[in-house]
């Protein structure tokens, strides 16, 4: 029979419920814990006591006496770390009492909010989808950047590997007002009328010096294009560590706090700093979309999960996956590259075009150096070309095909079939 057994309850910082048990066994001497994440694995260890001191003395302890004091101990030790004895008390630990210590005026280079999980099947997506466990938003291809209320309320822009970025942006954030304490997640995106994004004006951007990026953003806007940070979670809020709430509930916040951040003259759909749009339609029809506007993808949130935010340079991946359907098509290959390395005698890549729609042009759409095994490569040095291959690939751009892999040879087909 147990003895003196107790149950506590903790929240972890995902936000789950940790469960710790403490009990003697019926031997008197072993003391036994068991512990670990409710409904998961759990851990067990037992530690066998042994009697202490010299018999005879007031210092004498008996095995039992020990067990019964280390029993106590273990109990004393957790009540001090926050555990709780009633289950709902522990689900509802207030974020207040989590205020990090965190100096928001200059974020560490430690400093990692997870990614996105690469891939996800599309059949495990439309089930959460049905389950109504999914938020889904554009991909946009930007880049990522942190937007941070320091202690004094000073809001600075961070790239992803912790530059300050704020000397290129201030023109885009002089108008926000947030609490001290606070960071958002973001991507910087250039668009044109269409919607389409722009990332080589993206890159031009954040590599130039502050003041020559400024006149770019101003150039482009003269042009017609959209120049925002695209707000995609909220990290903190006025020092909470809102990221251990779920991303439906930090997206609403997010949303809250930005309403709350720009002065009532500058709230208009074209802020420079705008919540991500989330797409209200079925999984089904947001694919269907991607092929139709040509969208690099989506990215796929669990609206009832946490994140997770680390401090040691690794991103846990989490949270949310990047759905990416791929498109395949034949191209002509009119002739090939050798490899480099291992590979330096053998095909390195083929070398591809398309014919234009109205049959009058043909043009390269780059290279497909990827999706070979071995004989293939061998066997391509003889190839006679121009001849028909089937490449697996994101989007066409143009600058060409995006993500390009080799699938297969078509002897089936003839060039002047490969149109757009």
Known sequence: MKTNPVTFFSRTQTGKVQTWSCWIESDGITVTSRWGQKNGRMQVTQDKQTSRGRKGTRAFKTPQQVAREEHARQVERKLRAGYVEAEERASAVRLEELKTDLDFDRLPRTFAPAKPVREIAFDIAAEYDKDGKLMKQRKRDG???YLVAGKDGRLRVFSR??????????????ELTLPAGTILDAEF???????????????EICRSKPELAKRKMIHREHNGNTIQFLVFDML???????WQLPYRERYESMVTALEKAHKPSQRTRFNHVCPMPCLLYPLKKCVERIREFGWEGLVLWRADQATV???????????????????EDDFIAVGYELGTGRNSK????????????????RFSVGNVGTGFDDATRVAALTWKYPCVVQVKYEKMSDTGLRFPAFLRKRDDKKPKECRM
């Open 161 to 174: 590997g912790m530059d300050d970025m704020t000397a290129h942006f201030t023109r885009l954030i002089q």
């Open 236 to 242: 903190f809020y006025d020092r909470l560590p809102t």
């Open 189 to 203: 995106v250039v668009s044109n009328d269409r919607n389409d994004d722009d990332f080589k004006a993206v890159s």
């Open 309 to 327: 935010v680390h401090m040691n340079r690794s991103p846990k991946r989490c949270n949310c996956y990047k759905f990416k359907p791929m498109r």
């Open 143 to 145: 880049m990522r950047h």
């Open 346 to 361: 053998v095909v390195g890549a083929l070398k591809l075009e398309i014919i234009s729609e109205d049959t009058r042009f």
